[in-house]
């Protein structure tokens, strides 16, 4: 079984499917952490201790203080207006740069205070120990409270710990970037891998075919198989399943949405179809972008069209390529209007597959009535999608109308288009002479379906 098969569909999860932006979320996140605290203007600590005695006066005995109180108690407005007065500024200002707090199993008080400026932040501290101690001690015979270290400044600045910011930015960014992977995967709707397809469809991927370089028009390949030979050739044997020996069956290609590559898979498709021995009759039935005969160097009438209105011989009109069991018949002449009989295209697809292997390449699900009228009339639908930008609405969308007109689906195949850029080999001579519209759009336009590419994974 190849690896590009229904038993390895996997989904690519959120982290993976969107982990530059995770990264990209978390970089920042860190570099904002460091470049905040960077930006910060460095500050002075000035730091006292003040231990803390038991209280003897109160009866029985000597009573341990408490040290959440005595914290509160110096935190309070009687110690800290006094405070603020030997500094000479506000109480405000002065209690926003004071913190207090207690070292573990200690009756000491330990005051910090912050400043931008190194005396005042050393004034700070001795300030605010000494109303403390004041206040504390006022009126006792004994000593309920005594500085045990002065109040004391670093010679340098205070400075943040940068390495521990950056990293503390680094988990807050990757929860951020996750968080906000999630808020986009359910705004975007996009489908991620083939196990995303299979819930959102209901349908089992038969197929993932890998994103390979490749030229037109297509021509046998000779050599080693290819991860999308492989992949192709897996698919045809799985829809030979589908069919008794000696009759053929019809199978309409057909996608949610225009570039998701499906022309190019119908091709494919037929050709390895053809490499089983089966004859394989493929029918350009996508009028709207009619590029399938380009795929294989051949002219677009008469097609499809011409017999339809009866101005060209089925015999005439179907046309052999240099792939053994495997012809073509392209879109036809372009017509104004209704382009066929529905009566007449349901005989030509019941003669065509009495005995071969119909494939048409038909216009997306969504959005043209042609789809509709094939899907109802064709034995087989496989739906073509693009596996990695396609929409998750969109597909559902498509199996729902297919499902709405009698449509036979039997699986999804998930694409991966990413060749967005035509590139031109020699046109042969007998090629249709085309529209300025159409030349800019082959020559140019980055749209990923189209018939002469650079990826064989482009295709309306």
Partial sequence: MSRFSHGSATSRGIVRSYLWVIILVTLLTAAAAGATVMARPKVYVGAAQVVVYPDAARGGGSVAPDMGTEREVANSGLVSVAAAKAMGIGVTEATEALSVSVPVDAHVLQFKYTSANRSQALAGAAAFTEAYIDYRNKGRTTKLAEVISPATVPTDPKEA?????????????????????????????????????????????LAQVPAIKQYFPLAPQVGPS????????????????????????????????????????????????????????LIGGDLRHPDLHLLFGLPLTPGLTDVLADSSKLERSVQSTEFVNLRVLPGGTPRMGAWFNVEDLELLLQALSKHSFVIVDAPTAIGATESAVLAGRTDFTLLVVDGQRGSRATAAEAVSAL??????????????????????KTVPASFEPRSRQEEERADGDPVGDGPVAKSSHVGH
């Fill in 226 to 281: 290819t991860p999308s030979r492989e992949v192709f050739g897996y698919l045809a044997a799985h829809l030979t399943t589908l069919t008794t020996r000696g009759k053929g069956a019809s199978l309409l290609v057909t996608s949610p949405s225009p570039v998701a590559g499906k022309t190019t898979v119908a091709a494919h498709l037929a050709i390895a179809m053809a490499a089983t021995g089966k004859e394989v009759v």
């Fill in 161 to 205: 710990n940068l390495p521990l910011i950056i990293g503390l930015g680094l988990v807050l960014g990757v929860m951020l970037g996750i968080g906000f992977a999630f808020v986009w995967d359910r705004v975007r709707g996009r489908l991620r891998g083939a196990a995303d397809v299979t819930r959102q469809t209901g349908l089992p991927v």
């Fill in 403 to 424: 499902n709405g007109v009698g449509g036979n689906l039997i699986g999804c195949v998930t694409n991966s288009p990413r060749s967005r850029r035509f590139k031109r």
